[in-house]
């Protein structure tokens, strides 16, 4: 491995000379607040940036929209920005990958291509009912066994379902289902492909992770005609080109699409049985890959595909725990306590604490994902004393995010799946110091920060890459990956097993 890094080291210096015509892969990150285009050169660095912010709407308590033209707009802006820098720079744009929020439900016009219903957003609880009736009918243990998946609003199947119903959808016209990914290859292809792939696939509650394709029976559940779905490809492969009167002004192939969180464990390069990471965003996501063999059902966890790379590859799966409240914990903090003016104030004024005077916040704003999967939760604050200030409230929310990262992992442990023996961390919270020994003392394992911060934009990166040519193998883009020094537990004390039995029984209050 050593005189392989060696060697790519020195092909990167020789791709890096000034005046060197580089081959470019960007990388469009369609996230849940924003969308972000990166240019990343042969060597894995970034070239440049460009990022737009969209819209968040809330028609009421517990749902969340997007406008799937503003998404697009969005992706269009950064796209032609990016494109335009890299041509003055002399470069040459080669392909594509596409990373997007997962689960978050779209439905368009077929012929016109005009959206029929705002998007239905990931962390929506409006189908929270229909859930629950299914449940109640007996659907659990059919779903389980055949999406890996629990039966839960967060998942698309119930999104869609709702949009059908509730959208003016003439029953003469015909309409196309998809997530963030397909939406955005259909507008760059003009409608000519609509496509995805097996990992935002696996989202939906209607892909049967063994046959790697739609479930008729699921589909016929939820009254989803399949036609209406996209066709499944490759995750690494070919979805189309852009078409000369897009963003791009020419046609350039879109060589992968992935989801975010599948896409952050391949930009961590988490290739290997057993690897797993944990991205802090909005919510946060532990993945650990599982490999070729299809995976037993987890209970509280969610079994999940991380990627396919090729037509004629098999799917490598992963288990996931799912977050839904961690960076907007400190939104929260930030926007309606006014605690602090920006979210880089948080570990500055938490450190004025040495503790957090006995308060533990359970953020669970949209009920709790992994493992409790309790739609019904709600955030609680306990061990309030007069004596509790804004340190302490600040640092009772670092805490939080790690003690949800322990219960995931946790419960990995008991069903006996592979023990994760470091932590891959990337994300926004991850530039805390505070947070990241805090993890570590609760896991009793390293933890482990990539020093390129853009994890999930380089997965999809490195998948279109792959694709087009521009990284041979998983050991080349295994040594692109850099981590800062490891963050190592203390072993010793008792504090963090105690801090944790405090966590659980506030857990224990939210479900009650």
């Not at 698309?156 to 963030?180: N, P, Q, R, Y």
């Not at 036609?227 to 070919?238: H, Q, V």
Request: proline share 5%; aromatic share 8%; charged share 25%.
């Amino acid at each position: 491995m050593q005189q392989l890094r060696e060697f790519y080291d020195r092909r990167r210096f020789l791709l890096n000379k000034e005046g060197v015509k580089l081959h470019v892969v960007l990388a469009l990150d369609a996230g849940t607040t924003s969308v972000r285009t990166l240019a990343v050169d042969p060597s894995g660095e970034i070239l440049t940036t460009s990022q737009q912010e969209f819209t968040q709407i809330y028609p009421e308590p517990g749902l969340i929209e997007h406008d799937p033209e503003e998404i697009w707009q969005a992706a269009a802006n950064t796209l032609k920005e990016v494109s335009e820098q890299i041509e003055k720079l002399g470069h040459e744009v080669v392909s594509i990958g596409i990373t997007n929020q997962r689960e978050t439900a779209i439905i368009w016009d077929q012929e016109s291509g005009t959206p029929l219903h705002n998007a239905i957003v990931w962390q929506d609880r409006r189908t929270t009912g229909r859930c629950q009736e299914l449940i109640r009918q007996g659907c659990l243990s059919e779903i389980r066994s055949k999406t890996g998946l629990v039966l839960d609003p967060y998942f698309s199947a119930s999104k869609f379902e709702w949009m059908i119903k509730s959208s003016s959808v003439d029953s003469g016209k015909k309409f196309c289902l998809g997530t963030v990914d397909s939406w955005l290859i259909w507008k760059l292809t003009n409608g000519k492909v609509h496509a995805t792939e097996p990992s935002n696939a696996s989202r939906s509650m209607l892909f049967d992770l063994k046959k790697g394709e739609w479930s008729d029976a699921l589909c016929n559940m939820f009254s989803i005609p399949i036609d209406s779905l996209p066709e499944i490809r490759s995750t690494s492969g070919y979805f189309g080109s852009t078409v000369n009167e897009g963003p791009l002004g020419k046609e350039v192939p879109i060589r992968s699409a992935i989801g975010d969180q599948q896409s952050s464990l391949f930009g961590q390069a988490c290739f290997r049985p057993g690897d797993t990471k944990n991205t802090y965003g909005t919510g946060s996501f532990i993945l650990t890959n599982l490999g070729e063999e299809t995976p037993p059902i987890n209970d509280g966890l969610i079994t999940t595909v991380a990627w396919k790379l090729n037509p004629k590859a098999p799917i490598t799966y992963a288990i996931e725990g799912s977050i839904f409240s961690t960076g907007a914990t400190v939104q929260w903090l930030r926007d309606e306590l006014e605690i602090i003016k920006d979210s880089s104030e948080l570990e500055k004024l938490a450190i004025n604490s040495q503790n957090n005077g006995g308060v533990v916040i359970v953020p669970a704003f949209s009920g709790l994902g992994s493992p409790w999967w309790d739609p019904d939760a709600r955030g609680i604050i306990t061990g309030l004393t007069r004596g509790v200030g804004k340190a302490e409230l600040a640092r009772a929310t670092i805490e939080s995010m790690a003690f949800q990262t322990r219960d995931v992992l946790e419960t990995i442990k008991k069903n006996g799946t592979l023990t994760p023996e470091k932590l891959k961390v990337d994300g926004g919270a991850s530039v805390m110091d505070l947070l990241m020994q805090f993890q570590a003392d609760q896991l009793k394992i390293p933890v482990i920060r990539s020093s390129n911060t853009e994890s999930t934009a380089m997965g999809a990166a490195y998948l279109a890459g792959l694709a087009s040519g521009i990284w041979e193998s998983l050991e080349e883009i295994e040594t692109l990956w850099k981590g800062d020094e490891p963050f190592l537990p203390d072993t010793n004390s008792p504090l963090p097993d105690e801090l944790y039995k405090n966590w659980l029984d506030a857990v224990n209050r939210s479900r009650n």
